[in-house]
């Protein structure tokens, strides 16, 4: 699975920002799909994922309420809607895939990887 994340940008705070990220690879329905985000200077931390069907989604507690996952299977393509964004939402975000179809927050549980789209929240 080959994934690239596009839709980052620049945005004041409360503004919002919808990410993309589009798969290559005929069996992305069967996978589970996560974001994750690395702020300058800090660790990557978990941010959502959904499962291969779109029922189950997990959020990280940070943004809980004001970012919604989503996924189009036709369309090879998950969702990450951000609203209400805070300027410690800034930071490189990249979305992953598991080899299962189940819902998971370690990061250790993704396999593949795209590259990173950067969102700028300005205060």
């Known amino acids: 699975v080959q994934l690239q994340a596009s839709g980052g940008g620049l945005v004041q705070a409360g503004g919002s920002l919808r990410l993309s990220c589009a798969a290559s690879g005929r069996t992305f329905s069967s996978y589970a799909i996560g974001w994750f985000r690395q702020a300058p200077g800090k660790e990557r931390e978990f941010v959502a994922t959904?499962?291969?069907?779109?029922?189950?989604?997990y959020y990280a507690d940070s943004v809980k309420g004001r970012f919604t996952i989503s996924r189009d299977n036709a369309k090879n393509t998950v969702y990450l809607q951000m609203n209400s964004l805070k300027p410690e939402d800034t930071a490189v975000y990249y979305c992953?895939?598991?080899?299962?179809?189940?819902?998971?927050?370690?990061?250790?549980?993704?396999?593949?990887w795209g590259q990173g789209t950067l969102v700028t929240v300005s205060s």
């Open positions: 992953a895939s598991t080899l299962r179809g189940r819902a998971e927050v370690p990061e250790s549980s993704y396999g593949y």
């Open positions: 959904i499962n291969w069907s779109g029922g189950t989604t």
